[in-house]
Structures are given as structure tokens and as C-alpha cells.
């Protein structure tokens, strides 16, 4: 059964830092990992998705690197703003027709001005 | 990508109520599918929405309780049936955009927030 662990649980650190995010997951045979970020009482938003072959996605300041054999996956957030501030969640996809993604719990990130 | 829309975005509802929630794609998806995210936990997967055919509900998820419609390639709804104040949860619609089911990103809507009281 694939499980899916983010640490920390909550991340504070002042604005402009650069920070990572982990996500560990049990099971690397894996189809594909989705980053996403939730605002308080809010819908996911896609930031995101690297398949499996691939070792790292970019977007803007946000860099995600996958690492299939040891089951890792981090999220770098370059210049941190306090716009940022959210619960940040990875997925998992276990296979290409599997449709259900496992989540992780989420790192709840706090960016102070 | 997709644009998601659900309604409605929150409610209050009664114990022994029941409360249908709608999900609308800006594109034709093959499938729909339908997570909860109770207070303070992660996603969890209820059901999977094919249209033309009954949706497929994951381990601990019945259809008596959560009602599922798909009648076309862009709308389903989300029905929860005699609410308990557990049912409280924020329920979110998601889609991959366009027919092809093995491949591309999971987007979400806004979210469902119900009270139970």
C-alpha cells in the first residue's frame, strides 16, 4: 500500500529565504508525483507534476526534483514571499491506469514579512 | 489545463439532510472524480464519475450515502445523503483535462465546504 509523508507538518521562516518541502512516499514504483498548493478552506492548485522519467520540473521560483529509488520528492521555493503562505500537498499516482492520487498530509508553510 | 467550477462553494446543513453538490469542466473529460478532505486531514478519494455508466466508489465509500450523477462529459453531482455532523468536510471535484486518461495534470475545484450541524 503506497503511503505518502510530508515533514514538517508546518514550516515558519522570514520572507526571502529559500526553502525546501519534502515528500517521501513507501512505494517507488510510481507513475507520476503532483505538487499542489491549498489556500485555508480552499481548492487544490496544480504547481507541478513530474513523471516518473523525469528527475525535475520548474515553474517560476518553484523547482520540484523526484528521486524514484529512494522514494523522494522535494519542492525548493526560491525567494520566499508572503503570498506563499499555504499548505503545500503531494500526490502520488501508483500506476499509469490507476486515476486515484495519494496524498500526503501537507506542510503548512507560514512566510512572515 | 481546466477550470473547474463547483457550487455550492459553502453551506450549512442540517442533521438528516441531504445536500447535492455541483461540478462543472470548462472541457469534455472522460473522468470525473470526487475527494473529501475532513477537517485538518488529507485527500481521500470517494468515488471515480465515468459518464454513461455508475461511478466506481473506493473502500468505505457506499452510493446509498453518496450519490453520484454523470450525465454528460463536462457536469456530474455529488449527492451526501442524510448528513451527520462527520460529514462535515470540504468536498472537491477534479478533472484531467481531455479524453485522454493516462496522461496530464489533476485539477481541482474550489471546493464544497459543508457544515453539519
Known amino acids: 500500500k503506497q503511503e505518502v509523508t510530508q515533514i514538517p507538518a508546518a514550516l515558519s521562516v522570514p520572507e526571502g529565504e529559500n526553502l525546501v518541502l519534502n515528500c517521501s512516499f513507501t512505494?517507488?514504483?510510481?507513475?507520476?508525483l503532483q505538487w499542489f498548493r491549498q489556500d485555508p478552506g480552499k481548492g487544490l492548485t496544480s504547481l507541478l507534476l513530474?513523471?516518473?522519467?523525469?528527475r525535475e520540473q520548474t515553474s517560476g521560483r518553484l523547482n520540484a526534483s523526484l528521486d524514484k529509488s529512494s522514494g523522494r520528492s522535494t519542492l525548493y521555493i526560491a525567494a520566499s514571499q508572503p503570498g506563499d503562505s499555504a499548505t503545500y500537498l503531494c500526490?502520488?499516482?501508483?500506476?499509469?491506469?490507476?486515476?486515484?492520487?495519494?496524498f500526503g498530509q501537507g506542510t503548512r508553510l507560514t512566510i512572515n514579512p | 489545463s481546466a477550470v473547474i467550477s463547483q457550487k455550492p462553494s459553502r453551506d450549512i446543513c442540517q442533521r438528516g439532510t441531504s445536500l447535492t453538490i455541483q461540478c462543472q469542466v470548462d472541457?469534455?473529460?472522460?473522468?470525473m472524480f470526487w475527494y473529501r478532505q475532513q477537517p485538518g486531514q488529507s485527500l481521500t478519494l470517494i468515488a471515480t464519475?465515468?459518464?454513461?455508466?455508475?461511478?466506481?466508489?473506493e473502500s468505505g465509500f457506499v452510493i446509498d450515502k453518496f450519490p453520484i450523477s454523470r450525465p454528460n462529459l463536462t457536469f456530474s453531482t455529488l449527492t451526501v445523503s442524510n448528513m451527520s455532523p462527520e460529514d462535515s468536510s470540504i468536498y472537491l471535484c477534479?478533472?484531467?483535462?481531455?479524453?485522454?486518461?493516462?496522461?496530464?495534470?489533476?485539477?481541482f475545484g474550489e471546493g464544497s465546504r459543508l457544515t453539519v450541524l
Open positions: 477534479s478533472a484531467r483535462p481531455g479524453t485522454d486518461i493516462n496522461t496530464g495534470e489533476l485539477f
Open positions: 512505494d517507488s514504483a510510481i507513475y507520476n
Open positions: 513530474i513523471q516518473s522519467s523525469q
Open positions: 500526490a502520488v499516482r501508483r500506476f499509469q491506469g490507476a486515476q486515484k492520487l495519494v
Open positions: 472541457s469534455q473529460v472522460t473522468m
Open positions: 464519475a465515468n459518464q454513461g455508466s455508475e461511478a466506481t466508489y
